[in-house]
């Protein structure tokens, strides 16, 4: 059934319809951190950074869930992170910024910086899942429903969306497949600033693609 909304939508007003969905997945971390639940593989024990200057994505959803993972970097105990999951069916990105801090014994802070879609070719994705803490910017979606199950926006199911994964081939380890979910047919994103746990995609193609290291945290991309 197509929604009958138009039009644009800030994502920072957007993104809190949200929160009451992300904050109950927190309600599982104890059996996460038992290992009741079982991931495909653990995500790192440090978030990431990304930033892109526009992202216009195809058969987009998102819902809550949790993704398991290290609880630092000093040690192999794992735990469970509530994120919003926000997916794309096919999704091109320019000017996309991804870093990460580490601290190295003896040299101190080092950033690892990468850069791709800065030239004339996006990057190009397939199946994109964005496992989410935090994100910033404007977005408009064209054809938007707000208030589905999450397991209803699998394009397999009629939805909008791409599979709804259950941790086969991608961070997730629990998605609440009947708790609040949104899709539409078009997101375009600008300005997008977000701090993540996990990137997971059938396919991505960089373009003009760059990594460096650097001393400090004054690469970072915000």
Sequence with gaps: MESVARGGTRWKRFALVMVPGVAATAAIGIGLAQGALAASFAVSGQEFKVKAGHLEGWGFAQYGGVDVGYKDMEGDGVTGRAVAISSFR???????CQSVVTDVPILGKITMRLTAGTGEDPVVAEN??????????DAVFEDIDIGVAARDTDRARGGKGPAVTDGKGSAKSKVFENGFAQQARKA?????????????AGSFKLSDMSLRLHRGTEKECF
């Design 188 to 200: 375009t994103l600008t300005d997008v600033e977000q701090v993540a746990w996990a990137t997971t």
């Design 128 to 137: 994109l899942y964005l496992d989410i803490a935090q994100l910033d910017g």
């Design 90 to 96: 096919d999704a091109e990105i320019r000017n996309m």
